[in-house]
């Protein structure tokens, strides 16, 4: 059961969560991510997430390429200069969490 990550876009994102590596990218960018969903699923809320040194969190709102359907208000985490966690925030829970190519 997870702790505040109630939803996820796909099943690739929640896959590295729980440990599994994507052979689509490197280990560090695997461990990398894994890290970000951990301590995502483990703060208590938006503005633990934020005081997170080096999530640089932000706040947008538009369409996300290659992201069809996905809310047009949102959060991201950075991972790296190239990939984003991207996430909703509702009543202190985290939704339609994804792990993605933000470039």
């Not at 990398?32 to 997430?49: D, G, T």
């Not at 996905?70 to 939704?95: M, S």
Request: charged share 25%.
């Amino acid at each position: 059961m997870y702790k505040k990550i109630y939803s996820f876009w796909n099943k690739e994102t929640e896959d590295i969560l729980n440990g599994y590596a994507n052979p689509k990218y490197n280990y560090e960018l695997n461990k990398k991510a894994n890290h970000k969903l951990v301590r995502l699923n483990n703060s208590p809320s938006i503005k633990a997430v934020g005081s997170i040194r080096g999530n640089r969190l932000e706040k947008k709102t538009g369409k996300i390429k290659g992201l069809s359907g996905y809310p047009n208000k949102f959060y991201t985490i950075w991972v790296d200069a190239q990939f984003r966690i991207i996430f909703t925030y509702k009543k202190g829970c985290f939704y339609d969490v994804v792990f993605w190519d933000y470039h």
